[in-house]
Structure formats: C-alpha cells, structure tokens
C-alpha cells in the first residue's frame, strides 16, 4: 500500500462512518466503532478494539487485544457520550486498555504524546496523561489520576483516584501510590510507599547538568530531611534557593496538592539520591 492508502483486513469491522485518514493499517478481526478518529499511519494489529467517542492522532500503534474507548469502570455511568482523546505517536502493546470519561468527571480521558504503554497497563476514566511517559506492564491509573510528562509508573504499579504524579518523577514496580508523588523524585513500596530522594539517573539521561541536580537535591533535603513542616520547608526554598523552573515546579505542586505528597523517607536516601 502507498503511505496515502488505508488498508483494511477483510476479517476486520469497521464503521462506515468512522473516520481514518491516510496510511492507517487495520489489521486482522480488529474493531473500529461510528465514532472513532483514525490519525495519518496509525497501525492496529490483529484483535484491536477502538469504541465509542475516540480520537486517535498520528502515528499510533496497537498491539494485539488493546481496548480503547470502552466504557468507564464506574458504577455511575449511565450511557453518557464521553471522550478519549489520545495524542500522536503514542505506543500501546498487547492488552492495554483505557476507559473513556465520566460526565462528572469532566467527560474525557486525555492522553498526550509519545508515550509507551507496556502490557496489560490499564489508563482508568477521567485520567490525564502527559508526553513521553512510560507505563510498564500491568502499571494502573484509577479514574481522575492526572500523570505529567516523562513520569514513568513502574510494573503492577497502581495509582489510587485523583492522585498525581509530578514531571519526571519515577515509581518502583509493585507500588501503592495513595498520595501525590512530588516531580523529579524515586518512589516505590506499599503501606507505606517511601521516597527515595531524587531521580538522578533518569534526570541525567534527560540532560539535566549537575548544577540543577544539585539545587534540587538542595531542595528535596529541605523538605524531606529536615525538621521543618512542608509549609516552612516552601518558605525557606523561596528564600534560600536561586529562582528557576524546577524550583517553581516543586512549590506550585506542593501548593496545589489535595490529597498530600509522598513524604515518608527510604532508608537508602542519601547513598541512593548521590
């Protein structure tokens, strides 16, 4: 096929009135509903599902067995037309599934770009995901979880309702996240989860230089080591530390945070945030 040719398997079911644009691949006993939006060179593999209210932009691929676009796991729902709106050149491997929005969660489902979903991964309704994030295998965001960009949420991982997980931040496989997870930091565990300082080798694959490791290192001892209460530690960041986009980062998601950051420290802290 030409890159301007939409190729559709016999075996798979389309809806006359979906929409795909050009270069899209459908592959073998996949499903594409009335309402979906297929960007330019999105591949589906065989047994792909895409339902109800669905916007897919460019360059997207489904592995085997994903659903996208079904309806929310939630007991309220009552046949509402909601939204997934999923950016370009996301990956999503076999058996992902991401669940549109609820009415009284605001009606959509959002996902950015060029992010990797690994097996069996789960993006519950009324969720909001950022660009370039990486969601190992079985990693799970309940409804209302609003994840920033280059977070990576590790394997069997789950994310409790209407938490957040800050930019760049890292969470071990088999974590409890019950608590917003603060940006550029290490967390993993369950009842509790710890956190583990900062998330140096992954910042430095990003290209963050020593200086600004420092400075947030400086402010992470501040908060987390010290004896200071988290309105005090704010205080002293804004006084002591030098102005910059990370340091505003950190105060605006302390300050805007309902349900309270992850504070409780890991052991290994200083050997593992050097």
Request: proline share 3%.
């Amino acid at each position: 096929m030409s890159k301007n040719e939409v190729f559709i398997h016999p075996t798979a079911t389309v809806h006359p009135k979906a929409s795909l644009d050009s270069g899209t691949w459908i592959g073998p006993y996949s499903f594409i509903g009335e309402k979906v939006i297929v960007g330019k060179n999105t591949k589906l593999d065989a047994h792909v599902c895409i339902a109800g209210l669905t916007d897919i932009g460019e360059s997207c691929r489904f592995s085997a067995f994903s659903s996208v676009g079904t309806e929310p796991q939630d007991i309220g729902y009552k046949g509402e037309e909601t939204l997934v709106k999923i950016g370009a050149g996301n990956t999503f491997r076999e058996f992902v599934t991401i669940n549109r929005g609820t009415v009284k969660g605001g009606g959509k489902t959002v996902i950015g770009n060029d992010n990797y979903f690994m097996a069996y991964s789960h993006v519950g309704h009324d969720s909001c995901v950022g660009n370039e994030t990486i969601f190992i295998n079985a990693a799970t965001l309940a409804g209302h979880v609003t994840v920033h960009d280059f977070a990576q949420v590790g394997a069997f991982s789950a994310v409790h309702q209407f938490c957040r997980v800050g930019k760049y931040a890292f969470i071990g496989g088999y974590s409890v996240i019950t608590q917003d997870v603060l940006p550029f930091c290490r967390v993993a565990g369950a009842r509790p989860v710890h956190i583990y300082g900062l998330n140096a080798i992954g910042l430095r694959r990003r290209g963050f230089d020593r200086k600004r490791l420092k400075d947030l290192r400086d402010m992470f001892r501040i908060i987390f080591l010290s004896e200071l209460n988290t309105s005090q530690a704010l205080e002293k960041i804004e006084k002591e530390m030098p102005s910059g986009e990370d340091k505003n980062e950190i105060i605006r998601f302390i300050q805007t945070s309902e349900r309270g950051i992850v504070k409780k420290t890991g052991e290994r802290w200083e050997e593992e945030s050097e």
